[in-house]
C-alpha cells in the first residue's frame, strides 16, 4: 500500500487515472492472496477441520479424505467428530452422527403383550383306543372274518372262529355238570366260570346247557367298533393261547402331539386352546385344548410332545397327517413385564448389551449388560437391567457400538474379545479319547466345508455339507466325554438343535446360512479348547450378515470370504481373533 501511495506523489493524478485505477484492481485482487491462499489451502473441502469419512455400514472405517470402504466397497461419507465423554461405559454421537447412523430409540415400558406362537406336529391314534385282540384258547383257525388291514368292524362283531379239542370238553363238562347242579353247585359254577374266562357269553351258555349240543369252535369278537390295523394270522394257523389275532384301533378319538423346544415351553399349559390346520382339508380350522404336556424331553430331537384331544367323528383326520398349530398366549405370563424391541440386543455369545439413552442429554449412550426372558412377538421380556421409563436404541445399536470401539470404549466387541481370551487362557489342554478328537475333526471339516459352500452360494453341495456336519456332531454329542467337555456341548444344545432341525427340512440358502451363524459360538469353544491343528483358524465377523445384528463364523484363512453374503459382498467383515 505505501509503494501505491508514493507512485501517486510522483505522478500527475489526471493523467494517470487509468493506470491508478488499473494498479488499485489488481492489488485488491492479488494483493491479500498469502492470506486466501492459506485459507483455501486449510481446508479445500469447505468442511470444518473436525471431519472424517467413513462408511454408514461399517463406522470403524475411518479415513481423512472421501474414497471407498475397503469391506465392502460403498463410497465414504463425511461425518464430524464426535466429542467424548470420559465414562468408559458411554459413547456421544454428534447429532449429525446419529442422522447418518439412522438411530432410534424406543422407551421401556410395561405394555400387554401377546404372542402367536408357531408348531409343528402330527396326528396319532389314542393309544387308550389301541386293542389286540387274542385268542384265549389254544387251536385251529377255522374262519378268519377280516380280509385285509383297514377293513372296518362293528362292535361285537366275529373276527375269527378257533377250533379247540380243549374248547369241546369244557363244553361236555359243562353239560355234565348241569345234570349235577342241585347236588354239586361248585362243580356246575366252576365248569360255567371256566368257559367264561374263554370268552363265552352267559347267552351261549345257556343255549349249551338247554341245548345240550357242543359247539365246535369259539368265536373271537370286537370288543369295539373300529379299524384292523393289523392281521396276525391267517386261515388254518395254529394258535397259541394269548397270542394276537388281529389289532383294532378305534379312530372317532385322536391325538395331535406337536413337537415343543424347551425355548417355548414358558408359555403353554394344560388347558390352553390350540387352533391347527391340516393340508388334506384347507380352509378348516380346527380347535382343541392341551391336555397332556410330556414330562420328559426327547434325548435326541431335544423336544417335549405337547398333546391335544380332538373329536374325529367324521374321519376327516387320519393318523401320521402333518398338523400346523397356532397358539395365542394372553395369558399373565405375557403380561405386564418390561418389553424392548428384539432390534435393541447385541449379542455377545451368552450376553444380552443395549445402549441406553441418557435421560438429559440424548447424544449420549451407556452400554449396558441386560438379563432376558423369553420372546413376545418382535419383543423380548426384561428380567433384570432395565427400568419402566428408560430409553434404550432400537436401531442402529451396532453403529453406536462401533463408535464407542473407536473411543477405545466398552463394547459388544471388548467383551467378545475378552472372553476369548479368557477362553484360550483358562484352556487345560485336550484329556479327551483319540476316537473324540478324530471325532472333533471330523466335525471341523464338515464346518469348513459348509463354509466354504456357502461362500460360493452353491444350495445342493451346501445342502450335502449341511447334512454331514449335523451327522458329525450328532456322532460328537454321543461319545463318552469328561464332565468339563459334557458342559461345554450341552451348553447351548436346544437351540442348537432348533436351528439344525430347522435347516434338515429345507434346501434354502438363507436358511443354511442362518444355521452356520447359529453354529458359530459353539464351535469357537470346541476349537479353542480341542483345536491341535499346525495352521491357525480366524474368527471372523460380518456386522451386516442377519439383518444387521451381525454373525461370526470360523476360517482356515485369513482373507474374509464371507459365508453370508457370497459373491455380493465377499469381502465384507474383520478378523476378531487368531486361533492358534
Same mark, same amino acid.
Given at each position: 500500500m505505501k509503494k501505491f501511495i508514493d507512485i501517486l506523489k510522483s505522478l500527475k493524478f489526471t493523467s494517470l487515472l487509468p493506470v491508478i485505477f488499473g494498479l488499485f484492481l489488481g492489488w485488491l485482487i492479488f494483493g491479500g492472496s498469502d492470506e486466501a491462499s492459506h485459507q483455501h489451502n486449510g481446508n479445500s473441502s469447505g468442511l470444518s477441520d473436525a471431519v472424517i469419512y467413513t462408511c454408514s455400514m461399517h463406522p470403524q472405517i475411518r479415513q481423512d479424505g472421501p474414497g471407498k470402504c475397503p469391506l465392502c466397497g460403498m463410497d465414504l461419507i463425511p461425518v464430524s467428530v464426535d466429542e467424548q465423554v470420559e465414562d468408559d461405559f458411554s459413547v456421544k454421537m454428534s447429532a449429525s452422527a446419529r442422522s447418518i447412523a439412522e438411530i432410534q430409540t424406543s422407551k421401556v415400558s410395561r405394555i400387554p403383550q401377546s404372542k402367536q406362537l408357531s408348531?409343528?406336529?402330527?396326528?396319532?391314534?389314542?393309544?387308550?383306543?389301541?386293542?389286540?385282540?387274542?385268542?384265549?384258547?389254544?387251536?385251529?383257525?377255522?374262519?378268519? *372274518?377280516?380280509?385285509?388291514?383297514?377293513?372296518?368292524?362293528?362292535?361285537?362283531?366275529?373276527l375269527a372262529e378257533v377250533y379247540s379239542p380243549e374248547l369241546?370238553?369244557?363244553?361236555?363238562?359243562?353239560?355234565? =355238570? %348241569?345234570?349235577?347242579?342241585?347236588?354239586?353247585?361248585?362243580?356246575?359254577?366252576?365248569? *360255567?366260570?371256566k368257559l367264561?374266562?374263554?370268552?363265552?357269553?352267559?347267552?351261549?351258555?345257556?343255549?349249551?346247557?338247554?341245548?345240550?349240543?357242543?359247539?365246535? #369252535?369259539?368265536?373271537?369278537? =370286537?370288543?369295539?367298533?373300529?379299524?384292523? #390295523?393289523? *392281521?396276525?394270522?391267517?386261515?388254518?394257523?395254529?394258535?397259541?393261547?394269548?397270542?394276537?389275532?388281529?389289532?383294532?384301533?378305534?379312530?372317532?378319538?385322536?391325538?395331535?402331539?406337536? +413337537?415343543?423346544?424347551?425355548?417355548?415351553?414358558?408359555?403353554?399349559?394344560?388347558?390352553?386352546?390350540?387352533?391347527? %390346520?391340516?393340508?388334506? !382339508?384347507?380352509?378348516?380350522? $380346527?380347535?382343541?385344548?392341551?391336555?397332556?404336556?410330556?414330562?420328559?424331553?426327547?434325548?435326541?430331537t431335544r423336544v417335549i410332545g405337547v398333546r391335544l384331544e380332538i373329536n374325529n367323528s367324521d374321519g376327516s383326520l387320519k393318523p401320521e397327517m402333518l398338523v400346523q398349530g397356532i397358539v395365542n398366549v394372553s395369558d399373565a405370563k405375557a403380561k405386564n413385564e418390561i418389553v424392548i424391541p428384539k432390534s435393541a440386543v447385541l449379542w455377545t455369545g451368552d450376553k444380552a448389551i443395549v445402549y441406553v439413552v441418557d435421560d438429559q442429554d440424548e447424544s449420549i449412550f451407556y452400554y449396558r449388560e441386560i438379563v432376558l426372558g423369553p420372546e413376545v412377538n418382535d419383543f423380548f421380556v426384561v428380567?433384570?437391567?432395565?427400568?419402566?421409563?428408560?430409553?434404550? &436404541?432400537?436401531?442402529?445399536?451396532?453403529?453406536?457400538?462401533?463408535?464407542?470401539?473407536?473411543?477405545?470404549?466398552?463394547?459388544?466387541?471388548?467383551?467378545?474379545?475378552?472372553?476369548?481370551?479368557?477362553?484360550? !487362557?483358562?484352556?487345560?489342554?485336550?484329556?479327551?479319547?483319540?476316537?473324540?478328537?478324530?471325532?472333533?475333526?471330523?466335525?471341523?471339516?464338515? $464346518?469348513?466345508?459348509?463354509?466354504?459352500?456357502?461362500?460360493?452360494?452353491?444350495? +445342493?453341495?451346501?445342502?450335502?455339507?449341511?447334512?454331514?456336519?449335523?451327522?458329525?456332531?450328532?456322532?460328537?454329542?454321543?461319545?463318552?466325554?469328561? &464332565?468339563?467337555? *459334557?458342559?461345554?456341548?450341552?451348553?447351548?444344545e436346544t437351540e442348537r438343535s432348533k436351528a439344525l432341525n430347522a435347516i434338515s427340512a429345507s434346501s434354502n440358502l438363507k436358511e443354511m446360512r442362518s444355521g452356520? =451363524?447359529?453354529?458359530?459360538?459353539? #464351535?469357537?469353544?470346541? %476349537?479353542?479348547?480341542?483345536?491341535?491343528?499346525?495352521?491357525?483358524?480366524?474368527?471372523?465377523?460380518?456386522?451386516?450378515?442377519?439383518?444387521?445384528?451381525?454373525?461370526?463364523?470360523?476360517?482356515t484363512v485369513k482373507e474374509i470370504r464371507n459365508p453370508y453374503f457370497g459373491e455380493a459382498m465377499l469381502t465384507c467383515g474383520e478378523t476378531i481373533k487368531q486361533i492358534d
Open positions: 408348531l409343528n406336529g402330527k396326528v396319532r391314534p389314542d393309544e387308550r383306543l389301541i386293542q389286540e385282540v387274542a385268542s384265549r384258547i389254544g387251536g385251529r383257525i377255522e374262519s378268519l *372274518r377280516v380280509n385285509y388291514t383297514g377293513q372296518l368292524v362293528g362292535k361285537g362283531s366275529v369241546i370238553s369244557a363244553q361236555q363238562e359243562l353239560i355234565y =355238570a %348241569t345234570k349235577l347242579k342241585a347236588k354239586q353247585p361248585e362243580i356246575y359254577s366252576a365248569a *360255567r366260570e367264561l374266562l374263554w370268552g363265552f357269553s352267559e347267552r351261549q351258555l345257556n343255549a349249551i346247557e338247554s341245548s345240550g349240543e357242543v359247539k365246535n #369252535t369259539m368265536e373271537i369278537l =370286537a370288543p369295539f367298533g373300529g379299524t384292523v #390295523t393289523k *392281521r396276525e394270522v391267517s386261515k388254518g394257523d395254529y394258535v397259541k393261547e394269548g397270542m394276537p389275532i388281529v389289532q383294532l384301533i378305534n379312530l372317532s378319538k385322536l391325538w395331535v402331539v406337536f +413337537d415343543v423346544y424347551e425355548s417355548d415351553l414358558f408359555w403353554l399349559k394344560k388347558g390352553q386352546k390350540v387352533d391347527f %390346520t391340516v393340508k388334506s !382339508n384347507p380352509g378348516k380350522v $380346527y380347535q382343541s385344548q392341551i391336555s397332556f404336556i410330556d414330562p420328559v424331553v426327547n434325548p435326541k428380567k433384570t437391567g432395565l427400568e419402566e421409563g428408560e430409553s434404550v &436404541a432400537s436401531y442402529g445399536v451396532f453403529k453406536i457400538d462401533a463408535a464407542a470401539q473407536l473411543q477405545g470404549k466398552k463394547s459388544m466387541m471388548s467383551a467378545t474379545k475378552s472372553k476369548i481370551t479368557t477362553s484360550n !487362557n483358562e484352556k487345560q489342554g485336550n484329556a479327551e479319547s483319540e476316537s473324540f478328537q478324530a471325532a472333533y475333526h471330523r466335525y471341523m471339516d464338515a $464346518y469348513f466345508g459348509l463354509k466354504q459352500e456357502l461362500v460360493a452360494g452353491e444350495v +445342493d453341495k451346501s445342502n450335502k455339507s449341511f447334512t454331514d456336519l449335523k451327522k458329525n456332531l450328532a456322532e460328537l454329542m454321543k461319545m463318552e466325554v469328561s &464332565a468339563t467337555t *459334557r458342559l461345554l456341548l450341552s451348553e447351548g452356520l =451363524a447359529e453354529l458359530a459360538a459353539f #464351535t469357537l469353544k470346541l %476349537t479353542s479348547q480341542f483345536n491341535d491343528a499346525k495352521n491357525p483358524i480366524y474368527y471372523q465377523f460380518c456386522p451386516m450378515a442377519e439383518g444387521n445384528k451381525g454373525a461370526y463364523w470360523l476360517s
